[in-house]
């Protein structure tokens, strides 16, 4: 079975793990990139979530990369600077990943 993980800054990766999903965290750009580039070869990775921010530093290359695969697939989360405090948490990435792709998914960790 595929998971969805979820690539972003240290201030926002407890927010994704309350909603029960494997978060890597990246302290810079070009952390970003290495990790992102180990996930999209990771042949349990369905879906990766990543920061805005991060994944407009990501080289042509692994862009060229990405775009080519069938899976996994490569979303870019809308993240401000932190999550909405009032929102629940899992319920708001449920809405940002509902805008992504068009589908709802049911978190559960497992």
């Keep these: ?7 972003t800054d240290p201030d ?3 927010g994704f793990r309350l909603a ?3 978060v890597y965290e990246a302290e810079s750009p070009e952390q970003a990139r290495k990790t992102l580039a180990q996930l999209v070869n990771d042949d349990t990775s369905g879906i990766i979530a990543v920061n805005i921010a991060m994944m407009e530093a990501i080289d042509e290359r692994l862009q060229k990369k990405i775009d080519s695969l069938y ?3 490569v979303i870019s989360l809308p993240i401000t600077e932190k999550l909405r405090v009032g929102d629940e948490r899992g319920a708001y990435l449920s809405r940002l990943i509902r805008r ?3 589908f709802d998914i049911t ?4």
């Design 12 to 14: 926002t990766a407890d």
């Design 107 to 110: 978190l559960r960790r497992g």
């Design 71 to 73: 899976r996994p697939i």
């Design 1 to 7: 079975m595929y998971k969805l993980v979820v690539l």
């Design 20 to 22: 029960g999903v494997d």
């Design 100 to 102: 992504a792709i068009g």
